[in-house]
């Protein structure tokens, strides 16, 4: 993989920049801010037209959150989520409602059930390099 720039500009469908969601923790009985759990800290990535992404981790790493931060059904605490509207990127978290819907069809979460397609005697290396030996 390159720095991610290689390519044209014109290629990217969606970039995100140092994306960061912090959920408050709350204690006593006013619900005083005590702390921040960080469950997306700088994430920074970009897809170009014809790539598929995936998040792969551990259960609690920020997978599904960061996925609905960038379909904005969360709100980010900050970053940026630029997606490709007609050959122009658009900030996600400026666009009114109205429009976000059909923003939306051009993105989707895909959840997998991780006890049907991944073997737990397989290795990380061996999961992810099996498709490059076949």
């Known amino acids: 993989m390159t720095n991610g720039y290689a390519g044209s500009r014109k290629s990217v469908l969606l970039e995100v920049k140092g994306l ?9 009985l006013l619900q005083k801010t005590v702390g921040l759990v960080k469950a997306v800290d700088n994430v920074t990535f970009f897809v170009n037209r014809g790539e598929t992404l995936s998040l792969v981790g551990e259960s609690g790493c920020g997978k599904t959150t960061t996925a609905r931060c960038i379909l904005r059904a969360i709100t980010p605490t900050a970053g940026q989520v630029l997606l490709s509207d007609n050959g122009a990127l658009v900030d996600v978290a400026t666009v009114p409602k109205s429009r976000l819907r059909s923003l939306r069809r051009q993105m989707q979460m895909i ?22 030996f076949v």
């Not at 959840?111 to 490059?132: A, H």
């Open 20 to 28: 960061k969601k912090y959920f408050p923790i709350r204690r006593g």
């Open 111 to 132: 959840f997998q059930d991780p006890f049907s397609s991944l073997n737990p005697r397989m290795t990380l290396l061996d999961i992810v390099g099996e498709p490059l």
